[in-house]
């Protein structure tokens, strides 16, 4: 149920209900359900709606661009070596507005995940994450479109020594979300120089033949990003 949509319609998701109604030479969009009640008046007599996921670093408030992921169970990597790992990651849901189904603008956001904070450092000068746990699996899981995904993680050991691994953490300003009708997922990396550090980044999925690249919010925000990668100088 990812995609695009044209007014007026409406739509049932885990319990939500998304619609989008006439209302004289206006539309209203209305978001019911579980999750609360929200209410706005277009001032346009049609428009497209995009409905897909985004950065899960939103809501409830945007406190941060970063994601710490935290493992479930330690990973032990060799020296020198390179192995993919598959963990998850909790959805948030973006509703786009447009009239000629570019210049996409964001109206509503929402997510069926349970969401925390956490601190990635000292409290004297460590940064604020949004946090998630997750199992750490050797094939891509299956997971519930609209309320988790996963992440293809490429973790490459450059030291000397065998790493143990508890967490990633990541910048939402370099996410790359994809979708299809029951999966969504994206893929990074994860180098590892020493014991102590890594830099992770997100990469383009190759796979786009069968996959949707969702909106990005930060892109159609217009916001400035400077660095899409995250250095964790504070532990792994």
């Not at 330690?74 to 020296?79: F, G, M, Q």
């Not at 601190?119 to 997971?143: H, M, Q, R």
Request: one cysteine or more.
């Amino acid at each position: 149920m990812y995609g695009l949509y044209q007014s007026p319609f409406n739509l049932e998701i885990e319990g939500v209900s998304i619609s989008v109604e006439t209302h004289e030479d206006s539309l209203v969009y209305r978001r019911f359900g579980c999750l609360g009640t929200t209410e706005k008046l277009l001032l346009q007599n049609s428009c497209n709606i995009l409905i897909n996921p985004v950065e899960p670093v939103n809501i409830p408030k945007k406190l941060t661009h970063f994601l710490l992921i935290n493992f479930k169970t330690t990973v032990i990597l060799e020296p020198g070596v390179t192995k993919n790992v598959y963990i998850t990651f909790p959805i948030e849901l973006g509703v786009f507005v447009s009239q000629n189904k570019e210049n996409f603008e964001l109206i509503d956001i929402f997510s069926f995940s349970r969401l925390k904070y956490t601190l990635y450092g000292a409290p004297s000068n460590g940064i604020i994450c949004k946090y998630w746990e997750s199992d750490v699996f050797l094939s891509p899981p299956l997971t519930n479109p609209w309320d988790t995904g996963y992440i293809d993680l490429k973790i490459v050991n450059d030291s000397d020594h065998m790493v143990e691994i508890t967490k990633s953490v990541f910048n939402a300003y370099g996410m790359k979300i994809y979708y299809r009708e029951n999966k969504v997922l994206m893929k990074a990396v994860m180098r590892i120089p020493n014991r102590k550090s890594a830099e992770t980044e997100f990469i383009n999925c190759s796979q786009k033949g069968w996959l949707n690249k969702a909106m990005e919010l930060y892109v159609s925000s217009k916001i400035r990003v400077i660095g899409s990668k995250f250095i964790m100088e504070y532990g792994l």
